[in-house]
């Protein structure tokens, strides 16, 4: 199995005042390399910024099952959302950079919403009500809640960590057209959602 993407210079790492720091680190990295888009075996790297990474229509990976009960006590089956383009943020109440990057998510969130964009949360290694004051008032978009990290669960080879957060971006047949490795910012993630709502569905 290959390594994931190298750790990107000069980011941010979200650090905790506990002992557990270096795992929770790990856990957005852990996640994206389970869900099938981190540990691809590549015979080259990808070109360019090494925290992106991008796929052309044709050569996406697909999104594997996800589905969980979210922060509000609901269920959410990804599966359900097939046919929008899917922005999926892996994020913590006490990352910094994770807290940084939540007003960007949900500008583009209701900038692209009436073009059949929908936006997921996975809210990892925290505790429900922490994660529940911190987006009350920010986000409108679900979260699943995964405090014990159930998507990294059965992984023996992680890449080395890279930090919170991570985003990926899905198209509307299912295959992971992007992947960020490190906070979002409005513009960048705009632009790679606009373009993709564009696209028209192969099998529509």
Known sequence: MTSGPPTPRGATRA???RPAAAVAAAVAVLILA???YAVLDREEPPA???TVREDPAGQRPPLPPISGETLDGSHLDLADLRGDVLVINVWASWCPPCRAETDDLEAVH????DQQVSFVGINVEDQRDKATSFLAGRVTYPSIFDPGSRYARGFTDPPAPVGLPGTLVVDRDGGIAAAIYRPVG??????????LAAEDPADG
Do not use: F, H
Request: proline share 4%.
């Open 186 to 195: 409005r513009e960048e993630l705009e632009a790679i959602v606009t373009r």
């Open 110 to 113: 209701q900038a692209t919403r």
């Open 15 to 17: 650090r905790l005042d």
């Open 34 to 36: 389970v869900i099938g």
């Open 48 to 50: 360019g910024d090494p």
